[in-house]
């Protein structure tokens, strides 16, 4: 698939994945390795699907370390998205794909209206990519802290980079950049949840 082909919309995409056995497992490998730099946005999106499951601990264990995987990687300048080879041989089940279309698509399709590819040289500049990234890297460790009924307000705002990237819609990126940083200074530095918990990662780490 090449760059120009990635514009397929996110909806179509959905409606491929969730076309066939409910148990089929979606390995991310074999589901990103066509996608190029698209595979950025394309994994913060399967990303952000745990979010909207109504389990408590479940959004932010398995959507956080994903969203700050690909955060990392875009604030380091990557221009092709690696996983490790554990994560690459695992994915969600079809039959949750499934479940995300019939609860998400109408939400979808309404965003899906509003976003095309425009103003890209947002999604080509490395300081830009760099500032996204460390917003998803922010935004992804406080969607991993149990803190309540947030996982949908964290999930809404991660859809927006997700379509961002895949759409590439650097009106939207700019749209992302204003909600993701306003959560991140009321749900993080203002709670004090993101200060504590970078906190006790640094002294974990040293």
Do not use: C
Request: proline share 6%; charged share 15%.
């Amino acid at each position: 698939m090449s760059h120009e082909d990635n514009h397929t919309t996110t909806v179509a995409l959905l409606d491929g994945f969730a076309d066939g056995d409910p148990e089929d497992v979606l390995r991310l490998g074999d589901l990103l390795k066509d996608f190029g730099p698209a595979a950025f946005g394309m994994l913060l999106f399967l990303g952000v699907l745990p979010a909207f499951i109504p389990v408590p601990g479940v959004g932010g264990a398995v959507g956080g370390p994903l969203v700050i995987l690909v955060g990392v990687q875009l604030l380091l300048g990557m221009r092709k998205l690696w996983l490790p080879e554990f994560l690459a041989r695992r994915g969600p089940h079809r039959s949750a794909m499934m479940r995300f279309r019939q609860r998400m698509a109408p939400w979808l399709r309404r965003l899906e209206k509003l976003v095309r590819p425009r103003m890209t040289a947002f999604l080509d500049n490395r300081i830009a990519l760099s500032f996204t990234g460390l917003l998803l890297v922010l935004l992804g460790v406080l969607l991993a802290l149990p803190i309540p009924f947030t996982n949908y307000v964290f999930g809404f705002l991660l859809l927006l980079f997700a379509f961002a990237l895949l759409e590439r819609d650097g009106a939207l990126l700019l749209v992302a950049w204003v909600a993701g940083g306003i959560a991140v200074v009321v749900f993080g530095f203002l709670s004090g949840n993101l200060v504590e918990a970078t906190s006790a990662l640094l002294a974990r780490w040293f």
